[in-house]
């Protein structure tokens, strides 16, 4: 047996579906659409969120990178600015130390050379000393008795007085 289609068969059914269709229309195809543009807003928003989000860490990236260059360049500018005090220090304190070694030099140049002068003198002293000792002993060989013997030793005490 096919199936030849009825015309009351057809009928109820094309009744029954078009009331079907409007029901679905009236009551549940609004709220479908409804949520549907809704559901399609809440996607465009989290897109955009997304992207406003993406935006957002591609600025505080550059914004990092930013900052580390900063901070690299500021790094090199104390690194350097360190290492030209630390020049400077080590300059001046061979300054410093050469100053020092010059005038230590001189302070012991002028006390060697007093030292030398101290010892001639005391060289001199004893030599003088030695000498008028011998002509002492001279004298009294010589001038043991008399009166012209006596003004010659006088003579002679004054000139030593005078040198």
Same mark, same amino acid.
């Given at each position: 047996? @096919?199936?030849?289609?009825?015309?009351? *068969?057809?009928?109820?059914?094309?009744? @029954?579906?078009?009331?079907?269709?409007?029901?679905?229309?009236?009551?549940?195809?609004?709220?479908?659409? =409804?949520?549907?543009?809704?559901?399609?807003?809440?996607?465009?928003?989290? *897109?955009?969120?997304?992207?406003? =989000?993406?935006?957002?860490?591609? #600025?505080?990236?550059?914004?990092?990178?930013?900052? !580390?260059? /900063?901070?690299?360049?500021?790094? /090199? #500018?104390? !690194?350097?600015?360190?290492?030209? +005090?630390?020049?400077?220090?080590?300059?001046?304190?061979?300054?410093? $130390?050469?100053?020092?070694? +010059?005038?230590?030099?001189?302070? =012991?140049?002028?006390?060697?050379?007093?030292? #030398?002068? +101290?010892? *001639?003198?005391?060289?001199?002293?004893? =030599?003088?000393?030695?000498?008028?000792?011998?002509?002492?002993?001279?004298?009294?060989?010589?001038?043991? $008795?008399?009166?012209?013997?006596?003004?010659?030793?006088?003579? *002679?005490? $004054?000139?030593?007085?005078?040198?």
């Amino acid at each position: 047996m @096919i199936l030849v289609p009825q015309l009351g *068969l057809f009928f109820w059914s094309s009744v @029954i579906f078009l009331i079907f269709f409007f029901i679905l229309r009236k009551f549940a195809w609004k709220p479908i659409i =409804a949520m549907l543009k809704e559901r399609e807003e809440s996607i465009s928003q989290s *897109l955009q969120q997304a992207e406003k =989000a993406r935006e957002e860490m591609a #600025k505080l990236q550059a914004d990092n990178e930013k900052l !580390l260059n /900063e901070a690299r360049h500021e790094r /090199e #500018k104390m !690194l350097k600015e360190a290492a030209q +005090a630390r020049d400077e220090m080590i300059t001046k304190a061979r300054t410093e $130390a050469a100053t020092a070694a +010059a005038k230590e030099m001189e302070k =012991a140049k002028v006390q060697i050379e007093s030292e #030398k002068m +101290a010892a *001639l003198i005391t060289v001199k002293n004893e =030599a003088g000393m030695i000498a008028l000792e011998i002509a002492e002993k001279v004298l009294r060989r010589e001038l043991a $008795a008399g009166a012209e013997k006596e003004v010659l030793a006088k003579k *002679l005490v $004054a000139e030593l007085n005078n040198n």
